[in-house]
């Protein structure tokens, strides 16, 4: 079976990995990365449950040698390190690490030149199935109606508004011919709160322990329409990573995202 690395093991993503790891004959565990800070060095990758027969290092050379591709599910500030380490093994790295900055983007788009990258701030095909839906209501209701993008999750999430808010603001603002940077707002506090026509905004919400939900409103006069998605388990993630990551091996060389998984 083909063997599958998994960056940030420890965690609530690294974990719904190996749950789904064990739904699958497609791909097996032969690498578990944690910091070097880890609590859980040494041990099997899988906290609960049947033993992997893996043990978590945080060493990725040793683990990514013989690998058929990785996923990342880790902290954004060790994206760009681990995209070298794969880039210098010759692996094939799904990014599913969200928040990560303008540097490390520059180090994925470095690293896809060798080997393929695909970067994925939402895995479940739902959202992709969203992406598409948010597309055509754009394009078909243009920059006329009010667009607003809300984002919920657990309150230990460290990046907002999430990944998958701001591809669907780049969806929304591709499919109306506007740069997102130029649209995009994230402030509604004050005078300045009234929405400019052709404008996106952000609204986020923290608490407890919601997996992940999101809805884009589209808001004309007389009208409205929302387009939602609501994870209730992070396995749904994990599946579709898996599919993703399948679909990485053996992929040429470059820079994918979900859509050319889930297809047009
Ligand atoms: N693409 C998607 O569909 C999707 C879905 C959910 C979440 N996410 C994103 O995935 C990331 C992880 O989410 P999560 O909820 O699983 O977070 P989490 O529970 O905080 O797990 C992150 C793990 O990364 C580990 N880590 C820290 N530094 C590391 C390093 N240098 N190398 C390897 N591992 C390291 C930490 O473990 P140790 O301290 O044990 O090292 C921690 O357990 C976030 O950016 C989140 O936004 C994406």
Redesign the pocket.
């Known amino acids: 079976m083909p063997g599958l690395v998994v ?8 974990q719904s990995l190996v749950r789904a790891l064990r739904e699958t004959e497609a791909l097996s565990l032969c690498g578990a ?8 060095l040494g041990r099997d990758a899988a906290s609960d449950g049947a033993p992997t027969g893996v043990a978590i290092t ?1 060493d990725p050379y040793p683990a990514l040698q013989g690998a058929a591709v990785a996923v990342d ?6 994206v760009a ?2 995209a070298r380490a794969c880039a210098q093994s010759g692996v094939p790295l799904l990014v ?4 990560f900055d303008a540097a490390s983007r520059a180090a994925l788009e470095s690293a896809a030149t060798r080997i393929p990258v695909l970067i ?5 095909v739902g959202v992709s199935v969203m992406a598409k839906l948010v597309s055509l209501a754009a394009q078909a209701l243009g920059p006329a109606y009010d667009v607003e993008i809300f984002e919920a999750h657990h309150r ?4 907002a508004p ?3 808010a701001l591809a669907l603001g780049e969806t929304v603002a591709r499919a109306r011919g506007q740069a997102l940077a130029s649209v995009a707002v994230f402030d509604r506090h004050g005078a300045a709160a009234a929405p400019e026509t052709g404008s996106i905004g952000f609204a986020v919400l923290r608490a407890g322990d919601i997996v ?1 939900e999101h809805t884009v409103t589209f808001a004309g006069g007389g009208e409205r329409i929302e387009i939602t998605h609501r994870a209730t388990d ?1 396995i749904t ?1 994990a599946r ?2 898996l599919r993703a990551a399948e679909w990485l091996v053996g992929q040429p060389a470059g820079l994918y995202g979900m859509e050319d998984v889930v297809g047009n």
């Open positions: 960056f940030g093991i420890t965690g609530r993503m690294g990365i944690a910091s070097p800070g880890s609590s859980r945080d599910f880790s902290v954004p500030q060790c390190a681990n599913g690490t969200t928040g994925a701030p939402n895995t479940s230990t999430k460290r990046d999430s990944g998958t992940g992070r993630f579709g990573a």
